[in-house]
């Protein structure tokens, strides 16, 4: 017999804790139940116990749905599909909407491949947001798949997307426990044109590789255009602030076709993970 067994479930006692006689005592937020208390657990004291939560919460209901590793889309939420490029509000955005193709055929692709092996490997994980996010998620979909959308609450731009799973749709507080999550199962890393947000994920993803804080993972940049106008690649490793190896972390690609090639070729494709990031 396990611990769980032996004393009284804590959703029963929540489910309880109100049949009890109303009073001025039992009406006292001091009466509520810790873990049922939204305004306690919502104190800045509790902090630490927020972080936990959102980093066990996705962690158990992926590993309850089999999710063994994952390919990560990253891009801009302002990309549109080609279809309503004509609302793009530049018109380097409007061209910049064939990138939803790509991402929705890559995901579709990718998807194909995951259920000719179960399903639980290589599984699509986007942002659950618009624009590529929404490719990624819809690629998946297309290919009868699931995939997994990790939200973030925002004052803008952010609401899962409709091709996210459902059971698979998260949301969260934290950008650095969302960070973890999209990092934690990684086979494989795309990441498509985008501003800020996909800045950040970029270069904090290849920071982890540099340092060996992560193994070594295909990392395909689409739109090789886009990249060299916006970061200066060789300014970087001329300076001296990044080594010449590490200008070879990633690879351009431009289309789905050749971002599978890439992963097929890359050095160790294939190969098991011997352990998760952060575990």
């Not at 959102?54 to 992926?62: D, G, Y």
């Not at 939420?77 to 910049?96: C, G, H, M, S, Y």
């Not at 970061?231 to 599978?260: M, Y």
């Amino acid at each position: 017999m396990n611990d769980a067994s032996r004393f009284r479930d804590a959703g029963e006692d929540k489910r309880t804790a109100h049949e009890v006689p109303d009073t001025p005592q039992t009406r006292a937020p001091a009466y509520t139940l810790a873990f049922a208390d939204e305004d306690f657990l919502c104190r800045d004291e509790l902090r630490p116990v927020r972080l936990q939560l959102e980093l066990l919460k996705p962690e158990l209901l992926m590993e309850e749905h089999g999710i063994r590793s994952t390919v990560v889309l990253f891009g801009g939420a302002r990309i549109p599909e080609p279809a309503k490029k004509d609302t793009a509000r530049t018109q380097t955005l409007a061209d910049l909407s064939a990138f939803y193709d790509e991402a929705r055929s890559f995901a579709r692709l990718m998807t194909e491949r995951s259920l000719a092996s179960g399903g639980t490997e290589d599984v699509i994980v986007t942002g659950g947001g618009p624009g590529v996010m929404e490719a990624g998620n819809r690629g998946a979909a297309d290919a009868g798949g699931h995939s997994i959308g990790l939200n973030i609450v925002l004052p803008h731009e952010q609401a899962p997307n409709e091709y996210v799973t459902p059971d698979l749709c998260f949301n969260f507080h934290y950008f650095a426990i969302r960070k973890m999550h999209f990092l934690m199962r990684a086979r494989a890393i795309a990441v498509f044109p985008g501003g800020f947000g996909t800045l950040d994920e970029l270069f904090e993803s290849l920071t982890l590789i540099q340092t060996g804080r992560m193994q070594k993972v295909p990392f395909l940049l689409f739109g090789k255009a886009f990249w060299e106008k916006i970061i200066n690649w060789d300014a970087l490793k001329d300076a001296g602030t990044i080594s010449p190896e590490d200008i070879e972390l990633f690879k351009f690609v431009d289309s789905a076709e050749e971002a599978i090639a890439a992963i097929d070729s890359w050095e160790g494709a294939g190969e098991k993970r011997g352990a998760i990031p952060g575990r």
